[in-house]
């Protein structure tokens, strides 16, 4: 073999190397690349999966929770109880009333059954604000579906018409009684708030402001007495719970449901909280430990699943952010 000869041979063999390493690069990157898509499918599967959970969770726990408040399994007993408990309600709060009549009751498929009750009851506002005070903060599973006022010609009382929905829930395991748990939707604490904010009012006429007031003479220096230390505000904090983790990576977003209101806060890394007295910045989200990390006047805390905003536990250091 000639010298030209073994040159041609040694190229014509680099040549078909260099072709079969290419070759084998190619089939080497497209091997990984179906490999990152059927990563990120399996990833978009399981995000979905376990949203799906979450909220599978989330409704058997609403239900449970339902059971518990729902009247006594059996209509007839539930039927009698309630109409005593509200005939109860009116008489403690000095109303006169002539009877509380069961309309019916109506079952709405394998769901719950549907009892309703009408009244018609008088007496002062102070009084019919006490009524509807202990009906709201009742936490069983009822609401008013009529509410009539009408003013009385004998000195400022008021008639009341309504009419009541209670439920049962199927697969509530009470036999008798009624839930004695307290609800937690009214906005305002106490009672005396609310005929606070009523006193002096007729609620049939339109507001009229008060005459600006008079001038008060030059104060006498006197020595004052220390004040009374401010009641605490009411707080939706308490009351403001993380309920979600959804999403993967840099995409998860928690959701804090806030009871008092009724509302859910949907927050990514970043988005500022101002909930009641609560005031901060989502540090982080932990799908894995389930645990959402909030910032707030310079401390981190760590707000475990289920738990309020003002339940957060604070966290030592930041080396976990």
Sequence with gaps: MTQRE???LIGVILTLALWGGWKGLQWRQQAMSDLRSEQRALDQQLAAADLERLKTQRDIERLEQWQQQSLPADTQVAQTEYRAWLMDQLNEAGLSFNNVRRVGARPEGSAYTSITYTAHA?????????????????AQLHKLTRLKLDPLPDGGAVAMDITVESLIVDGTTRKEGLSEGESDRLALGELADYLASIEGRNVFVEYTPPPPPKKDPPPQVAEKRPEPPPKPKFD?????HFTAVVGKGDAQQ???NVRTTGKTLYVSEGDAIKVGQFDGTVKSIDAAARRLYIESEGKVYGVPFGASLSEGEPIDGDTLL
């Excluded at 506002?125 to 509807?132: I, R």
């Excluded at 939706?236 to 403001?240: F, G, I, M, Q």
């Design 236 to 240: 939706d904090a308490k009351h403001a």
């Design 122 to 138: 008088e007496g002062k506002v102070p009084q019919l604000t006490k009524f509807l005070y202990s009906f709201y903060r009742s």
């Design 6 to 8: 073994r040159v041609l």
């Design 254 to 256: 928690a959701w804090i």
